[in-house]
């Protein structure tokens, strides 16, 4: 729970960094953000993407690259794209990193379709903070652990 608001918090304090110029990140690119792409191993990408479809509500773009099947997240420019992805190199797990998607105006309303679409959760709607909101852990489909974050 202290990594969580911790990452939580360095999220909140972005815009306060940003505005310190010795604070931020200088390339060539000038970068937006750090985090340009996201893979979510899928070991069934139809099922990944009823999943994923039905919990968030959104259209997954189905697209192939080489022998990698994905399904393709809308994003907006700019943001952070991320995928599902099928292919020899990807295997689901609920060890490593985790990924937080963006749980909207309150994250309860995807938390109650995760288990209905055969996820499970594993922590749930939890507050960190008056100023940095609730977060929740699930599982997908596919057996990775994933979570949630809101403001409410």
């Keep these: 729970m202290a990594l969580v608001a911790a990452g939580l918090i360095a999220c909140a304090d972005r815009n306060k ?3 310190q110029p010795q604070n931020k990140i200088k390339t060539e690119n000038s ?3 750090l985090v340009s792409i996201i893979e ?3 070991a069934d990408l139809g099922r990944a993407i009823k999943f994923y479809s039905a ?3 959104v259209s997954i773009e189905e697209a192939e690259m080489g022998d990698v099947k994905m399904g393709v997240f809308p994003a907006e420019e700019g943001t ?3 995928v599902l992805a099928n292919g020899s190199d990807y ?3 609920a060890s490593g990193s985790v990924l937080y998607l963006n749980g909207g105006d309150d994250l309860q309303i995807i938390l109650d379709k995760i288990a209905a679409n055969g996820g499970e ?3 749930p709607k939890t507050a960190i903070s008056p100023e940095m909101g609730f977060y929740a852990l699930f ?3 596919e057996g990775n652990k994933l979570g949630l974050h809101s403001a409410n």
Excluded: F, H
């Design 17 to 19: 960094l940003n505005e």
């Design 31 to 33: 970068m937006s953000n």
């Design 40 to 42: 979510i191993p899928a």
């Design 55 to 57: 919990i968030l509500g």
């Design 80 to 82: 952070v794209n991320v």
């Design 91 to 93: 295997t689901p797990t």
């Design 121 to 123: 959760i594993i922590m």
């Design 139 to 141: 599982t997908d489909t």
